[in-house]
């Protein structure tokens, strides 16, 4: 069946680099696009970024300067960069799969919540 | 393309009829889903498309609408659909408005 899991540090200080992972299964990397969505604690979703099927990727204008997201479709995994980190970037953050045509999402990763904190 | 939902806090009774709205800023052309969150827990899909239903969620949520507004219907409220509910459009890129709170009156 359909799986993804995020993985990564709990907690990060402030200026340092995010780096989390998305493992899947039950799909493959180069037929499915995979989104990155984080959520502040109490607050709502926030679309960050894609990989697409074919190695391509996309990224929320607010955080192209900081964001990186890579894959190694030989482990089934999308990788998540973010550097200088700040307080405001606390949260949850989530992998999901694109459906269909333009990429609604059907399956979502259980989420990593990352604590930006000295 | 922002979303707005309406309103952002919602009580209603078990039993009830819901409407939870959501309007674009510019033209969805139907690419509007919905996700329902419940605490600690990750979104779910239950609406793609405008009005198509995601496979096992159950036949009482509904989705309408076109151009840049939408509105997901409970027909009728049960306790476990206590949540807050997500409109997210695909449109132009992707974006998800900024939810509606569902809870018991």
């Known amino acids: 069946q359909v799986q993804l899991k995020e993985s990564g540090p709990g907690l990060v200080q402030p200026s340092q680099t995010l780096s989390l992972t998305c493992t899947v299964s039950?799909?493959?990397?180069?037929?499915?696009?995979v989104h990155w969505v984080r959520q502040p604690p109490g607050k709502g979703l926030e679309w960050m970024g894609r990989?697409?099927?074919?190695?391509?990727?996309s990224y929320n204008s607010a955080l192209k300067s900081r964001l990186s997201i890579s894959r190694d479709t030989s482990k089934n995994q999308v990788f998540l960069k973010m550097n200088s980190l700040q307080t405001d970037d606390t949260g949850t953050y989530y992998c999901?799969?694109?459906?269909?045509?333009?990429?609604?999402?059907?399956?979502w990763g259980q989420g990593v919540m990352v604590t930006v904190s000295s | 393309i922002q979303l707005t939902q309406s309103p952002s806090l919602l009580s209603a009774s078990v039993g009830d009829r819901v409407t939870l709205s959501c309007k674009g800023s510019?033209?969805?052309?139907?690419?509007l889903a919905w996700y329902q969150q419940k605490l600690g827990e990750a979104p779910k899909l239950l609406i793609y498309?405008?009005?198509s239903l995601q496979t096992g969620i159950p036949s009482r949520f509904s989705g309408s609408g076109s151009g840049t507004d939408y509105t997901l219907t409970i027909s009728s409220l049960h306790s476990e659909d206590l949540a807050t509910y997500y409109c997210?459009?695909?449109?132009?890129?992707?974006?998800f408005g900024g939810g509606t709170k569902l809870e018991l009156k």
């Open positions: 999901t799969r694109g459906m269909g045509a333009r990429d609604y999402f059907d399956y």
């Open positions: 039950g799909f493959s990397l180069t037929s499915y696009n």
């Open positions: 990989m697409r099927y074919n190695g391509d990727t």
């Open positions: 510019q033209n969805i052309n139907n690419y």
């Open positions: 498309k405008t009005n």
């Open positions: 997210y459009q695909y449109n132009n890129g992707w974006t």
